[in-house]
């Protein structure tokens, strides 16, 4: 399942909405994590490691850098980790299980170590995987740089220290069940019971349906919006108590998103504020693993727990685990009580565990072995504890079977094969017979599904059109437009829904439902929109005709004619280049380009059609006129591949009637015409402002002097420099009609004549 | 005689955002609708408009509330075809 987490893709990070839960974490981040938990240990600490996994050092100050790449790229040979692994012993190997086991990159230690004491292993065992590299210990990078291995493990304990697992070594991992299982029964168990495993599955398709509608939103906190937590909360699907949990499970919607988080069928998105589905597209080819996934995922759940958190509980975390593998430990066909469980891990369980403590980690010193104390909680608490995680959730999960004992009516539990698969010790199980018709299509656009027909291929199939009303011994779904436009959104059509639904019903299908299915899907197709299409553009109809008809079939959607000379495609790769001869391409994601030339009326604008788009003869139309090539032309600049548009007054005030506005008209000349707004159009577009002062009309006369330097002379002589208006050229000025009379008398007065034409 | 073996030229033109409607009726109302016509680059053909790539999203939340169910052929389904 490529949008769902794989088994390769591990979370470092527990999913939880307290956390701000990440996307799934990919291998090569994981693997960088890895490195970087490397680099924080000391050059000859490095060196050290990788000498046990049979590397050379040849450098006698090794740099931490150097030597973190050399062993996490040695650690990506499956063939070198399968022999280091080997060389482990078994409680070694079965802690780097609990990685494999909870799908985690990075676990607590204080977690480990937990886990390790409920099965009967020592902590210290960690040492090995250590020394080999095969885990590292990642701390706060201010504290100072990793030597000593066991002096960190026995830190650990008290600081937030976690240990990362390579990769490459988590994907060989194997679960390994513990020796020496808990006392088996005797007398014989009464009233087995166990759940498909199927309810979990529905909640999560569930949620994702609702998610998919609309977004889960985020505070900064990493709580949910009061509207979306109301929303998932009030939701009957999603809130409702399971009919099917021998014990109650507290905050069934709260766990249903954070197994839909850790199982990446909820993401983040790029924000980070906004809880998205994730592609729903191979959920039925990939349901299988779906149960397994998501048994992982409440392995190592911590933001949701079974039972609230006190201070001598147990985690829920080592709990589950130790519980579960316990079971494991069991011949197939053996029972156990809960009482026994509770003894046994009490009897594995050390009696004193160091206290927790604030204080600050003195560099250095080695710290004195804190005050023992009783931890444990009496019998009956860990019993209370089972019964939450066995009957509650695992036995919801699908992963335990649970009855009475003959002889005392005390509740015993045994690993179903779907549990026995997860936990590594049992084969995947066979899935049970199926009903093919549970399905009754109802004419009210209800379906009632009887889950003996149901698989988690199945549905994810009704998921895609159908959504999920009410979850009990029958289930219910409804199916309405907007069910029926997500599934038709995710590839079903009407044909395909109306299959699903008659294949499995009882009944014919309805004529109101297939009815509106078909009108739905009809009703969709009549508006596509496309992100990115491409168009292939013909010289002509009967080119475009022609190459439809040789399109090659069998390869994807067929190419749709639009317009007279473009043929539409969805996707690119299925073009057959080989029979067509690619003149240009235009890729609208760039900026675009310039393809007109102003004329010199400064009205006409004349589009290159080579280097013309799509868009150009629509962007320039909506401010001007096109020219028909049989129109006389006005001038004799028009060559005729050249289309012309003209810019007119009732053009421009179309324009702006429509909300063009100048300014983008100026934006325009400069990204396609490569210049500024000619004048003329300048000229037309302040005549339509209406706002320009009149053009003032007024007499004046022009003198004409011989040479430059006497009109010099008459601008600067005071008794003449009034007189004079604008300078019109080297020797020619403008003056004023009522100025001439003064003027020529002035000139007298100096001793120069002026004549004046007509005069 | 033309070659039918030849092959043809072409100008291609990728990325191209547009809605394609069922009926030319549908065109019209989408550009009688202001919110939309300002999105709108040009009309391909009657039944075919250019818009703005940036604004698909906006584009594909005011066909759904002007009622249409349109089909969204996104980016990436093109590619992951």
Redesign the interface.
């Known amino acids: 399942m490529a949008q769902f987490r794989s088994r390769e893709s591990r979370d470092g990070d527990l999913a939880g909405l307290e956390r701000r839960p990440g996307p799934p974490e990919p291998g090569d981040h994981s693997r960088r994590e890895f490195r970087a938990a490397l680099v924080r240990y000391r050059g000859p600490r490095l060196a050290t490691i990788r000498q046990a996994q049979g590397g050379e050092i040849e450098s006698t100050r090794p740099r931490p850098g150097s030597m973190a790449d050399e062993i996490t790229e040695r650690l990506d040979s499956p063939a070198v980790v399968s022999s280091l692994i080997e060389r482990l012993s078994n409680p070694a190997r079965q802690a780097l299980g609990f990685f494999d086991l909870t799908e985690l990159a990075s676990i607590p230690l204080k977690t480990l170590v937990q886990i390790m004491r409920l099965l009967g292993a020592k902590p210290a065992i960690l040492l090995e995987p250590l020394e080999l590299g095969l885990l590292a210990i990642e701390t706060n990078p201010a504290l100072p740089a990793i030597d000593d291995l066991a002096f960190q493990l026995e830190r650990g304990l008290y600081a937030a220290i976690q240990l990362r697992i390579h990769p490459a070594v988590a994907r060989l991992a194997r679960t390994l069940a513990p020796e020496g299982p808990p006392p088996t029964l005797a007398a014989g168990v009464v009233q087995p019971r166990e759940t498909d495993g199927l309810e979990p599955l529905i909640r999560l398709a569930a949620l994702w349906q609702r998610a998919s509608a609309d977004p889960l939103r985020q505070t900064q906190s990493g709580a949910l919006y009061k509207r979306d937590r109301d929303r998932i909360q009030g939701d009957a699907v999603l809130s409702g108590p399971s009919s099917l949990a021998l014990t109650p499970i507290p905050e069934p919607a709260v766990l249903t998103l954070a197994l839909a988080l850790r199982t990446g069928l909820i993401l983040m998105d790029s924000s980070g504020e906004r809880m998205v589905a994730a592609p729903f597209d191979d959920w039925t080819t990939n349901a299988v693993h779906l149960p397994r996934m998501i048994a992982s995922g409440w392995l190592g759940l911590e933001s949701w727990r079974e039972f609230p958190a006190e201070p001598e509980d147990l985690e829920p975390i080592p709990l589950r685990l130790a519980a579960l593998l316990w079971l494991a430990s069991l011949p197939e066909s053996e029972w156990t009580t809960l009482e026994s469980l509770a003894d046994h891990l009490l009897a594995h369980h050390p009696q004193a565990e160091p206290a927790e403590t604030t204080e600050p980690y003195a560099p250095g010193a080695r710290r004195a072995r804190p005050r023992a104390r009783p931890t444990l909680s009496p019998v009956s608490r860990i019993v209370e504890q089972l019964e939450a995680v066995l009957l509650g959730s695992a036995f919801f999960l699908g992963l335990v079977r649970a009855g009475e004992e003959r002889a005392t009516g005390r509740r015993a539990v045994q690993l179903t094969p779907l549990g026995r698969y997860v936990l590594s010790v049992g084969p995947a199980p066979t899935p049970p017979p199926l009903f093919e018709q549970f399905l009754f299509v109802q004419p009210n656009f209800e379906i009632i599904a009887y889950r003996q027909g149901l698989s988690p291929r199945l549905i994810g199939q009704l998921s895609r059109f159908a959504s999920w009303t009410k979850i009990g011994s029958a289930l219910e779904l409804a199916i309405s437009?907007e069910s029926v436009?997500q599934g038709?959104?995710l590839g079903e059509t009407a044909a395909s829904i109306l299959e699903t639904l008659s294949n499995h019903s009882h009944r014919p299908m309805p004529a109101s439902v297939a009815d509106a299915v078909t009108s739905?899907s009809a009703?969709?197709?009549?508006?596509?929109?496309?992100?990115?299409?491409?168009?292939?553009?013909?010289?002509n109809a009967f080119?475009r005709d022609?190459?439809a008809e040789r399109w090659p079939t069998g390869n994807?959607?067929a190419p749709?004619p639009?317009?007279?000379r473009?043929l539409?495609v969805?996707?690119?790769r299925t073009?057959p280049f080989?029979?067509?001869?690619?003149?240009?391409?235009?890729?609208?994601?760039q900026p675009p380009g310039v393809c007109f030339a102003v004329m010199p009326d400064g009205l006409t604008v004349a589009l290159d059609p080579a280097r013309s788009?799509?868009?150009a003869?629509?962007?320039v139309?909506r401010f001007a006129e096109s020219l028909p090539p049989e129109l006389p032309n006005r001038e004799s600049f028009r060559t005729p591949e050249q289309p012309r548009y003209l810019i007119t007054p009732a053009s421009l005030k179309s324009a702006l009637d429509r909300?063009v506005s100048p300014h983008q008209i100026t934006q325009w000349f400069e990204r396609r015409a490569g210049t500024t707004t000619p004048p003329a159009v300048t000229l037309l577009l302040a005549a339509l402002d209406g706002k320009s002062p009149p053009i003032r009309a007024r007499t004046l006369i022009v003198i004409d002097l011989p040479s430059a330097e006497l009109l010099d002379g008459l601008y600067q002589h005071p008794a003449t420099a009034d007189a004079l208006s604008e300078r019109l050229g080297p020797t020619t000025a403008a003056v004023a009609a009522d100025q001439i009379a003064p003027l020529k008398k002035t000139l007298r007065d100096l001793g120069l004549r002026i004549d004046i034409d007509g005069a | 005689m033309a070659n039918?073996t030849a092959?043809?030229?072409?100008?291609?033109?990728?990325?191209?955002?547009?809605?394609?409607?069922?009926?030319p009726i549908?065109a019209e109302e989408l550009l009688a609708r202001k919110t939309l016509s300002?999105s709108v680059?040009?009309?391909?053909?009657e039944t075919?408009l250019?818009i703005e790539?940036e604004a698909?999203e906006a584009?594909?939340d005011e066909?759904k509330r002007m009622g249409?169910?349109?089909?969204?052929?996104?980016?990436d389904?093109?590619?992951r075809?």
Do not use: M
Not at chain 2, 8 to 22: E, Q
């Open positions: 437009r436009v038709l959104e739905w009703r969709r197709e009549q508006v596509t929109l496309h992100e990115s299409a491409t168009l292939i553009e013909f010289a080119e022609q190459a994807g959607q749709v639009v317009a007279d473009f539409l969805e996707d690119e073009v080989d029979r067509l001869r690619l003149t240009s391409t235009r890729d609208y994601r788009d799509l868009l003869p629509a962007e139309v909300g | 039918s092959r043809i030229p072409v100008k291609v033109h990728r990325n191209v955002a547009l809605v394609r409607l069922g009926e549908l300002r680059l040009g009309r391909l053909s075919v250019l790539s698909c584009v594909l066909l249409h169910t349109p089909r969204f052929v996104k980016r389904d093109a590619q075809r």
